[in-house]
Structures are given as C-alpha cells and as structure tokens.
C-alpha cells in the first residue's frame, strides 16, 4: 500500500480564495483523520470520520472550514475563504478500527498571502 | 484546553547520551499513550506506545514510562544517535475520546554528533 497520500504537497494562494486539500486513506482503514500543525499548539484534530461519516467536528476553527467524505477512499477539507492565519501544515491520517496507531500522510503546507 | 502538553519546545543532546523527553495530561480518563516522531517535510510516525495498565513498555533504544498518578509520561532513548533528531509529539486517548488522539506541541530533540 502507498500510504496515506495528500495533494498538493505545497500551496500557495491568496487571502480570500478557495482552498481544497485532498486525502486517500488506506485502503481498509475506516477511520480518518485531519490535523493542523503550528507552532502554538501543535497538532490540533480539525475533524474524523468513521465509515465516511464526520463524526467530531468541534475542531474545526470556523465556518470557513469544510470537510467531506464522499466515499471509503477520498476525503477532501476545504476553506473558502482563505486567511494569512490559516497559513499551517494539514495532516490526514487514517487508521484502523479500535487502533490508536495512525498512519499520516507527507502533509500539505499551507501558505495564505 | 491543552489537555497534552510537552513543556520543553527543544532539547539537545550529545551522541550516545540518553534524551529524555516529558509529556503531562490532564484528562484522568486518557488509557492509551503513544510518541509519534516527526522529520521535517514528512508525517508523524508511531514510535512507541504504552497502556495505562502498564508503567513502562520498552522497545529497543525506546523506553516510555507512564506515572499515572502524576499525569505524566516520558520518552526514554539510549543511546541517542544524530538520526534521532526530529520532533517528538506525545498524545493520548482513550475513555471518552473515543477513537482521537490529542496530541501535544511537540520537542524538537537535536542529536549532535
């Protein structure tokens, strides 16, 4: 298996546009996972699913954050519209059920100008 | 609510000395500890893990130890090579937290030859 596989790998964009992260879990992993690295806080838990259902979304800083799992094998999280503060690294990570050992993709590092 | 937290931001230490990296929780309902070990430009990974019926798991170089009754647990490595230095995240779950880990800021740990 290729791993938890994350798009772009870097992204540039500027303040007031659209921004779409993208994930491909494990295949056979039901659980997964966005997290947001910064300096202040370290990796802060955006949101999860369970069988592509959001199941904790209190993560999630605003209402310009969106999150989606349309089936078992993508998920994508988006923000409309972008702010220099959201500028940070996102972190997809799946796993199986009832594991706590995670499997992170590369990241997507975030830079809103 | 930094319900982990890992006060030390960096730590550094000479080869083949032992690093020792802390992590304090405050959720007494947390049963399951881990370390993910970080390189720049890549995921986390799982390092090592530990149960809250255990106080110490070893593996290799790696040792945890959980004192429950303090809410703390650190990271054991020796001896301590260049190719440990990374950023070590602790996080915990279990209990109410269902199938999420939080995760602390992390330590950025330098190894120096």
């Known amino acids: 298996d290729a791993g938890v596989i994350q798009s772009p790998r870097h992204e540039v964009t500027e303040m007031g546009q659209e921004v779409t992260l993208r994930c491909k879990p494990i295949s056979g992993h039901d659980y997964l996972f966005w997290y947001r690295q910064t300096m202040m806080r370290g990796l802060e838990l955006l949101i999860y699913f369970n069988n592509n259902v959001p199941i904790d979304d209190s993560g999630m800083p605003e209402d310009r954050f969106s999150a989606k799992m349309p089936n078992a094998s993508f998920s994508t999280l988006k923000i409309q519209p972008s702010e220099p503060r959201d500028s940070a690294v996102y972190f997809c990570?799946?796993?199986?059920?009832?594991?706590?050992?995670?499997?992170f993709g590369s990241g997507t590092r975030l830079t809103v100008v | 609510d930094q319900q982990v937290k890992q006060n030390s931001p960096s730590l550094s230490v000479q080869e083949g000395r032992i690093s020792i990296l802390n992590c304090d929780y405050t959720n007494s309902m947390f049963d399951y500890f881990l370390w993910y070990k970080k390189y720049p430009a890549e995921g986390p990974t799982f390092l090592i893990s530990i149960s809250s019926i255990k106080d110490k798991n070893e593996d290799g170089r790696f040792t945890v130890f959980l004192n429950k009754s303090a809410k703390h647990l650190s990271l054991h490595i020796v001896p301590s090579q260049p190719g440990d230095s990374a950023v070590y995240f602790c996080?915990?779950?279990?209990?109410?937290?269902?199938?999420?880990?939080?995760f602390g800021e992390g330590t950025q740990l330098t190894v120096n030859p």
């Open positions: 996080a915990a779950g279990g209990g109410t937290s269902g199938s999420r880990l939080t």
């Open positions: 990570a799946s796993s199986e059920q009832g594991l706590y050992g995670y499997t």
